[in-house]
């Protein structure tokens, strides 16, 4: 196999900005460019990032990168890079994963081809580990950061940080980044509504900013409700709405609205999360929480239509939750909703790999009443 072509799509996504392109490698034609057929941009041009904020600076860099210059590789770089293209398997195995309905901070399709055709790899919610090797060995060949590498602690993925439930630690020095900012922001899918709140750790306050005539106010935070939020981070595991785990499936029933949560830490860093299309297992929690701690549905939970979309999420989220043995027992909150949901429930479970056994005890249905299911 000797690879011919390589393309690199780049995505970053943050709260009021986002940035896509594509870098082409003609390793047959010994050349490359990037490809502004299919380069896009979006909200390039605003000044605001969320409430009084402001273009992110590292994201400014990367978009100077892209020009129409030709670079012309050297037959010597190219042998050396498609021998050592052999240590880097997890980056050119194939992965057709679909992977749009989240948006990420940061993710990459690696497009490859040889003489018998194409295959891609979607890299978005675990990174190799030796991504940066693979930067590193393009930018030999090339001779430039192609993959942003020297910025890539700005944006956080597990190239650089170490993602747990607790909080997001820095793989060199093992340090716990501490929290200064959450940005989020709510708004419908034909942009008729938004929200948007800033919660700001280091002022102790929290701005919001809402749709009907551009009302904004502030208030000041105490320490309880500063401490507590950061303990409803963990327990609603907002640290890891970045994995696939944390997601529930698209479906019909999805509300058309869109968002973004946006953490910003003492480095700077940026976590990002948001989706158009779905919403997290313990969104609703989290929504629901901050709903009892400040009187505001900062999240917009309360949304008509939500109801039955929010019910099928829970019920899924607290199954997982049972079977990895974190909590005890169940707790669907009022009866009719599992009565209502059985069925369904029935199914994700035994997709989810449970024992007819357990999808008995959970749901109420006989063994004959599951079987009956279409299962496969």
């Known amino acids: 196999m000797t690879i011919t072509q390589i393309n690199i799509c780049q995505y970053y996504k943050l709260n009021e900005e986002e940035w896509h392109d594509n870098f082409l490698v003609y390793l047959d034609e010994k050349l490359a460019n990037w490809d502004f057929r299919n380069y896009w941009k979006s909200n390039e041009d605003s000044k605001t990032n969320l409430i009084g904020g402001h273009h992110n600076e590292y994201l400014d860099i990367i978009r100077k990168k ?68 693979f930067g590193i060995l393009l930018e030999y060949l090339i001779g430039f950061d192609v993959l942003n590498i020297d910025y890539s602690k700005q944006f956080i993925t597990t190239i650089n940080y170490d993602i747990k439930k607790e909080g997001i630690f820095d793989l060199t020095t093992n340090r716990k980044l501490d929290l200064k900012k959450i940005n989020f922001k709510h708004y419908s899918s034909d942009y008729s509504f938004f929200t948007k709140f800033c919660i700001d750790f280091q002022e102790s306050k929290m701005y919001r900013l809402f749709d009907d005539n551009c009302v904004f106010s502030s208030q000041n935070l105490t320490d309880f409700e500063l401490n507590k939020i950061n303990e409803l981070l963990i327990e609603h595991n907002i640290f890891l709405w970045n994995q696939k785990e944390s997601w529930a499936p698209v479906n019909e029933d999805n509300p058309q609205c869109m968002w973004d949560i946006e953490l910003i830490f003492d480095n700077d860093a940026i976590f ?92 109420g249905l006989n063994f004959d009443e599951i079987k009956s299911l279409p299962l496969h």
Not at 314 to 331: D, P, R, S, W
């Open 272 to 363: 990002h999360a948001g989706s158009s299309d779905s919403y997290t297992l313990t969104y609703f929690d989290f929504g629901s929480a901050l709903l009892d701690l400040f009187g505001k549905d900062l999240l917009k939970i309360a949304e008509p239509d939500y109801g039955k979309f929010k019910c099928k999420y829970a019920l899924k989220y607290e199954c997982n939750q049972y079977k990895k043995g974190f909590i005890e027992g169940l707790n669907f909150g009022a009866l009719e909703v599992i009565e209502n949901n059985k069925f369904e429930i029935a199914k994700y479970m035994f997709y989810e790999g449970w024992s007819f056994d357990a999808i008995s005890e959970i749901t």
């Open 66 to 133: 892209v020009s129409y210059d030709v670079y012309h590789l050297d037959d010597a770089k190219i042998n050396v890079f498609l021998e050592k293209l052999n240590d880097f398997e997890d980056i050119f195995k194939p992965n057709s994963e679909p992977t749009f309905f989240a948006k990420l901070t940061y993710s990459v399709c690696v497009e490859f081809y040889d003489e018998n055709g194409m295959w891609f790899n979607n890299i978005f919610w675990q990174f190799p580990k030796n991504w940066i090797d």
